[in-house]
């Protein structure tokens, strides 16, 4: 189901990494790393804990081959995944997605306040 103005429902298929029957690993268009990505349950849902088995399940393997691919294409020494549920920090988006961001040696990675980082 397609939410009014929600950009996880809105993807272009053309940005799509990898997908399956339940969900779907799309680039975070506000990247904090080269490679960033999130995994999202193809159906409208907020929390972590609306998924059925199946999407969870789903949205893991997905976790683990965006991580296996991003390995392959950017060598990163180490990944930040991660996720909010409920509204903490404001959250505008109210679609489920879990974020892969690629760690790099030397680099830190700077959160912000989608992270409740105050700048």
Known sequence: MTEAHCPYCDYDEYDVIAQNEYSVVIPEPHSLSKGHCVIIPLRHVSSFFEVTDKERKAMMSLLEQARNELRIRYQPTGFHIGFNDGEVF?????????????RYEDKALKLDERWGIEK
Request: glycine residues 0%; without cysteine; charged residues 25%.
């Open 90 to 102: 404001h959250e505008k988006v109210d679609h489920l997605h879990i974020h892969i961001i690629p």
